[in-house]
């Protein structure tokens, strides 16, 4: 059997349908939403902000605090466990370490920018829905940014090259999931996850067109923060 | 190249070649002007820099801002100001009354009450000295305070403080706009209603030009007191007369 056509019909490189919007929260000092495919994710900023407890406060920089969780009902059926565990430790974790570097916290010591993902709904490339809502809303909650930050998965499914894996595509078998964020104006990789066996020419196709991928995002992105100050 | 007025999301290029300088909110990348924020583009001349269209507050030494008290300390209070760090007014800087050794200081200003200050000190850590030793500073009473995005105060103040004494005269409220988006609004409660109404229109249509003569025409639908934004007097008391000149001021 050979993996010639998407389970849902897409092109190889094709993404999923998106939509965004900056502004759902009104009481958050930042948000946005961003939906691809059947994975929605949500994203809340607050700060910069005093930080307790204390011992976590760095007088030199101020500091990002991500929250990531999938809703108990987001998900195929089965019931996500509430609460924090190891996989959502570490995509927290993750999601830190890609938008970091876009931030200067240097003028807000002591402080705090927290940041909270929240998935009601899931059909995999949850961890890079949440980096591309979570830029949209730190660009939203005023802060400076050197540039966005733009996520998607590609992968290897058996012989392909596919981008933005759903859930069917990134539990097959014989495949290998690849989240890339990158950032849009200077091409860099914030990052670079993979789960699965690839080749070394494989790896380079897969980073070559995620990266592709995201100038698509990009302008979702953009135009979604834009359309927030058009009336 | 980007035109002036136009929004710019973080990481877009304004402008290329080095004929033009990074100004506030942007900065250079080898050949390139890049926004740091989401922005208006604001050309003046050679400088490109940004007007912020988001953000919170961040405390700047002289801003007069509205602050509330939320503990007293051996030796003044503390306040807060919607901002991530909060400030000590020390005894000293609190008022010109004698304070006798000793004395329960709840009596001049207790944990809720609200005043309006001025920054006195800012240190690189963000620790925060206000006064309230200056023309205008006092402890509110009364009235109601709202809060607004900081970013959006130049605008609410307007050019010389012609849009809030706008907003004064036709809903005959006391008004006092912080520099850290909090504002005071003082009045007949249905007036207060109004002039709420009147500041958070502003609030949301903040980006958009020609603002004064809508908001004139606006009020004066809301109201029924005609009001010229012209021949507006200007402001007395306001906490800012200091920097009308952050959002561009000219409409």
Redesign the interface.
Known sequence: MTYAKRFDGRGMDELRPMSAKVGIIPRA??SAMFKIGKTVALCAVY????LHPKFMQN?ET?ILRVNYNMMPFSGHGERVRPGGGRRSKEISMVIENALLP?LDLK?????VVDVFVELPQTDAGTRCAGITAAAMAL??????????VCAVAAGRCEDKIIVDLNYLEDSHEDGADVPVAV????GKVTLLQMDGEVTREQIKEIIAKAKEACKKIYEV??AA??AK?V? | MVKDKEIVVPGETIATGISFLPGKGAYRDNDKIVAQRLGIVSIDGKVIKLIPLAGKYIPKLKDRVVGMVIDVLMTGWRLEFNSPYSAVMTLKDATSEFIPRGVDLTQYYALGDYVVCQIVNVTSQKLIDVSMKGPGLRKLRGGRIIEVNSQKVPRIIGKDGSMVSMVKQATNCDVIVGQNGWIWIDGEPENEVVAVKAIKKIEEDAHLSGLTDKMAVWLEKETGVKVNPAAAPPAEEQATEEHPHHFGGSQ
């Open positions: 000092d930042g700060g910069p902000r005093d007088p101020g876009v003028e807000y010591p002591n402080s660009a939203d909650a005023g802060l400076e940014m050197k540039d966005l950032l849009p104006n200077s992105q953009k923060l834009k100050f009336r």
